[in-house]
């Protein structure tokens, strides 16, 4: 068996109703009282913000609001955070949104104490010590950000993502409420779940796979695809909503101790140049990778469609992989995702500058079956002139 470290930093809470007890929590966990809040503007006009402050006010704390993000984080929006942390002198941060806003909290998080750019953090393990103590409060099933030890930030002059990979910016408490899901938008629903479901696919079929990530991985799958359907079509299925938050969550454990793939590195390289979201991006390419990984790891492939209900013991690996990207792209068409040709920005003379930005990502070597930057090409031509219908 391959050597493998597994550290889990993060306390996690979750239940229903669990927003309402934010301070106490934060009280009993974290040291500090001098709190930023990072927040977008969407959450913000929802009250959530607003009613933190207000927890945290009555047992003592001191809370500024900093709503400056943006989807697919910008790395100047952090400098600017980190900057208004310093200057508050916030010995704590609390996250409250999506992935874009938890990804921000941890870049500030390092800017506040480190200073210097968000691109100085680029890669594993370059973070110099301890940062800002970090509670995330998730608002979205999808990214997994409350649980894991990465952010991911767009070079705004490249128009790049860039992953800052690092235990240091895992955060101390998660405090996830499914609660606060019930809101989103269908489409918004439909995103965040599948990317969540690719974090899953990836953590179990990468080659930094480890069995504890496996396992994760395994059982994030079976609280998301039979829900997530569910969600989209009724915002008011309870029940889908709360599979689909702990889904999220354990997908984050797993893909945080292995890695994602080539989906990811494909959707990030579109949501660095077209700032295209990234749960849509991930579906959009899904399908289409997992034909072409299946093809060296058809086992893992054949696993995944059991695990899903798509095949019984009886049926090959092959025809079970099969019958696994027809559900893929039978999913993204009933919960309405857009197709990679759709998207009014696409230009196929970008696709090998796309296939690039793909092939240099620090993922793709985790791939499950070896990918070049030709093969990257040849995806992206794929998604784009056989879109799925």
């Known amino acids: 068996m391959k050597p493998f470290d597994f550290q889990l930093p993060t306390i996690i809470k979750i239940r229903n109703g669990l927003f309402k007890d934010t301070a106490s929590y934060i009280k009993k966990h974290i040291q500090g009282r001098r709190v930023l809040i990072v927040t977008d503007p969407g959450i913000e006009q929802l009250g959530y913000p607003s009613e933190l402050s207000n927890q945290l006010n009555s047992l003592g704390y001191v809370c500024t609001v900093y709503t400056n993000v943006k989807p697919n984080p910008r ?38 104490v480190f200073g210097g750019s968000t691109q100085d953090y680029s890669g594993k393990d370059l973070v110099p010590g301890p940062v800002l103590p970090l509670v995330v409060i998730p608002t979205t099933a999808g990214t997994g950000a409350e649980v894991t030890r990465s952010s991911v930030i767009t070079d705004s002059e490249k128009k790049r993502k860039f992953t800052i990979k690092d235990v240091h910016i895992a955060p101390k408490l998660a405090l996830v409420d499914p609660e606060l899901t019930y809101k989103l938008p269908a489409l918004l629903t439909a995103s965040t779940g599948m990317d969540a479901l690719v974090h899953a696919i990836e953590a179990y079929t990468c080659k930094l796979s480890n069995p504890i990530a496996e396992g994760l991985a395994i059982e994030a799958m079976t609280h998301i695809y039979p829900y997530l359907k569910r969600a989209v079509l009724n915002g008011e299925d309870y029940e889908a909503r709360e599979h689909l938050m702990i889904g999220s969550t354990i997908a984050g454990m797993a893909f945080s101790h292995a890695d994602v793939a080539s989906v990811h590195c494909m959707a990030e390289a579109i949501g660095g140049l077209y700032d295209t979201p990234h749960g849509i991006a991930n579906s959009m390419f899904l399908p289409y990778v997992l034909a072409f990984n299946a093809e060296t790891e058809p086992v893992k492939h054949g696993v995944i469609a059991r695990t899903l209900g798509l095949a019984d013991p009886a049926i090959g690996d092959e025809e079970a992989t099969q019958r696994l990207v027809e559900a893929m792209k039978q999913l993204a068409r009933e919960i309405r995702i857009p197709t990679f040709a759709s998207l009014p920005s696409v230009r196929p003379e970008d696709f090998s500058a796309l296939s690039e930005a793909a092939f240099q990502n620090g993922s793709t070597p985790s791939n499950a079956r070896t990918i070049t930057k030709e093969d990257y090409l040849n995806l992206f031509k794929k998604a784009y002139h056989q879109p799925i219908e």
């Not at 310093?86 to 506040?112: C, M, N, P, Y």
């Open 75 to 112: 790395d100047v929006d952090c400098i600017n955070g980190g900057e208004r942390a310093r200057e508050f002198q916030a010995d704590l941060i609390v996250a409250i949104g999506g992935g874009s806003v938890i990804d921000s909290a941890k870049a500030i998080a390092i800017l506040s």
